[in-house]
């Protein structure tokens, strides 16, 4: 078995990340991105608004996520936002989610990192380091 190797993705990554993150959307059940969300999404990774990052194995993506990163009076300091988190079904189980937020966390540079998840996720992202309650993660939308 090669080597995994784990790396920040840029906008040239965008045809491999844009599988992945279809996939991500429909498990979760959200509507997949058309065109132009996709170039919203290209330019803000091309501008660093979002960072994102990957796993691959000879060569081919198998995992990713991303971070926001802001400020925050939590830690007086760069916070981030973890989001878009997903690893190919048959990548689970091998260690990845762990190594993937592990190197998301380190590569940022952000200080602290919140995750918003569904209450059946939350074992998971605890597993993988998410482990400070800070309440309850509401959205306001347009």
């Given at each position: 078995m090669k080597e995994r190797v784990y790396r920040r993705l840029m906008a040239a990554?965008?045809?491999?990340?844009?599988?992945?993150?279809?996939?991500?959307?429909?498990?979760?059940?959200?509507?997949?991105?058309d065109g132009q969300a996709l170039e919203k999404l290209r330019e803000a990774i091309a501008n660093e608004r979002i960072l994102f990052y990957g796993c691959e194995q000879q060569g081919q993506l198998e995992a990713i996520c991303s971070v926001t990163c802001g400020f925050s009076t939590f830690c007086y300091d760069t916070s981030g936002s973890f989001e878009d988190f997903y690893v190919l079904p048959e990548a689970r189980h091998q260690g990845i989610a762990r190594e993937l937020a592990s190197f998301a966390w380190r590569e940022s540079g952000v200080k602290t990192m919140t995750v918003g998840c569904a209450p059946c996720d939350r074992a998971m992202y605890?597993?993988?380091?998410?482990?400070?309650?800070l309440g309850e993660l509401l959205a306001w939308e347009k």
């Amino acid at each position: 078995m090669k080597e995994r190797v784990y790396r920040r993705l840029m906008a040239a990554d965008m045809p491999e990340l844009t599988v992945l993150h279809r996939r991500y959307k429909q498990e979760i059940g959200e509507t997949a991105p058309d065109g132009q969300a996709l170039e919203k999404l290209r330019e803000a990774i091309a501008n660093e608004r979002i960072l994102f990052y990957g796993c691959e194995q000879q060569g081919q993506l198998e995992a990713i996520c991303s971070v926001t990163c802001g400020f925050s009076t939590f830690c007086y300091d760069t916070s981030g936002s973890f989001e878009d988190f997903y690893v190919l079904p048959e990548a689970r189980h091998q260690g990845i989610a762990r190594e993937l937020a592990s190197f998301a966390w380190r590569e940022s540079g952000v200080k602290t990192m919140t995750v918003g998840c569904a209450p059946c996720d939350r074992a998971m992202y605890e597993a993988i380091g998410f482990r400070v309650k800070l309440g309850e993660l509401l959205a306001w939308e347009k």
